[in-house]
């Protein structure tokens, strides 16, 4: 380690449980973040911090206003530019600590691409905001026999739990077949998204925080220290919470090999992403954006384009459209009219 990296870390290479020689095998590691919100965003400030040596971020969506409360590394600016988030992302982490790769990839990680985009990375990272994908990790990070760290936060409470495939609790052990601990608290927040209750930014920072610490272990070679336990904390009640998860020996994943969000079986065509939105997963095209927009300019109000996206206003809805065919409408829970305006606008 040069003398300029030693000093930056020399807090970090002070703690015992890392010291110089775990500081170096986090500057030669590598993981990725699915998700870049509030959770994304925290996780991947405190590895790039930490000096972890590569990180790809794989996030979806777009920068708006109302995410500025709570997801730490966008800015107003990124806001107004509608930048997708793992763009900005990237922007921020590089200016953060240049020492380090930072790859930012604008995708929506599905069974058809999950395999492209997590192979080669030692340690995947949770920082989605549904189940769907949540259950697509685990069954990727279990087929590739690689560890994962599961996370999730709603209102004021968040949950984490690491999976070191073979050896604990797989997320399908955990929430497909266990009843509910007995003092009736939460464990997965399945009931509830931010759209419907709201969150507070202190709950993704503790619990990206507990996540990182997670991750930490695992990169520094210290995987014995990690997983088996479901630990939940809610800011606002002070309650934390860690119970021990035990293999299933009947788990559809980590016993029987099912990997049936891996193999899109239980992957929607259409799903709903937020609060009165529809995202419509197509991917069979590539569209050149500004040629879109100029085509559909005369018809449609608010055309704005980036490079990265293209929007603009239907009233009452609202359409984001992306370069591989993927859209978002908003202003509608119905799949229907979302495909009208899509095929009216994109194409059939």
């Known amino acids: 380690m040069d003398p300029k990296s030693y000093e930056r ?5 002070l703690f015992g449980e890392i010291g110089e020689a775990g500081q170096q095998r986090l500057l030669e590691s590598s993981a990725v973040i699915v998700g870049c919100g509030a959770l994304g965003t925290d996780l991947a400030n405190l590895l790039v911090r930490a000096g972890v040596g590569k990180l790809r971020i794989v996030d979806r969506d777009f920068v708006e206003p109302s995410n500025l409360q709570r997801q730490t590394l966008f800015e107003e600016s990124d806001a107004l530019e509608s930048l997708p988030k793992a763009v900005a992302a990237e922007r921020r982490l ?6 380090v790769s930072v790859e930012g990839v604008v995708a929506d990680v599905s069974s058809k691409n999950a395999e492209e985009l997590l192979h080669g990375f030692p340690l995947i990272l949770d920082g989605t905001d549904n189940f769907e994908t949540r259950f ?6 279990i087929h590739l026999n690689v560890p994962w760290i599961y996370a999730a936060v709603v209102a ?6 690491t999976v070191r495939p073979g050896v604990t609790a797989c997320l399908a052990c955990a929430l497909e077949f266990s009843a509910p ?36 272990k695992l990169l520094v070679g210290k995987a014995e220290l990690t997983g088996g336990r479901l630990i ?4 606002w009640s002070g309650r934390f919470q860690s119970v021990r998860m035990a293999r299933n020996p009947e788990c559809r994943a980590c016993a029987q090999n099912d990997f049936r969000y891996l193999e899109g079986d239980e992957q929607p065509h259409l799903t709903m992403c937020g609060r009165d939105s529809v995202q419509i997963h197509e991917r069979r095209r590539q569209l050149d954006l500004a040629a879109l927009g100029r085509r559909i300019a005369p018809t449609v109000a608010d055309v704005r384009e980036n490079g990265f996206l293209l ?5 009452p809805y609202e359409m984001t459209v992306f ?5 978002i409408v908003k202003g509608t829970r119905d799949t229907s009219v979302a495909r009208s305006l899509y095929a009216r606008y994109i194409g059939a």
Not at 194 to 199: A, E, I, L
Not at 232 to 235: G, L, N, Q
């Open 311 to 315: 929007r603009f206003r239907v009233p």
């Open 181 to 216: 601990p007995e003092n009736g608290s939460r464990t997965s927040g399945a009931e509830d998204t931010c759209d419907t209750v709201g969150v507070l930014g202190a709950a993704a920072g503790v619990i990206a925080s507990i996540e990182a610490a997670e991750a930490l």
């Open 232 to 235: 939940s904390f809610d800011v």
């Open 136 to 141: 697509l990790l685990n069954d990727v990070a």
């Open 323 to 327: 370069a591989d065919g993927r859209a």
């Open 94 to 99: 590089r200016a953060i600590n240049s020492g």
């Open 156 to 161: 004021s409470y968040g949950v984490t739990m």
């Open 9 to 13: 870390y020399s807090r970090q290479i």
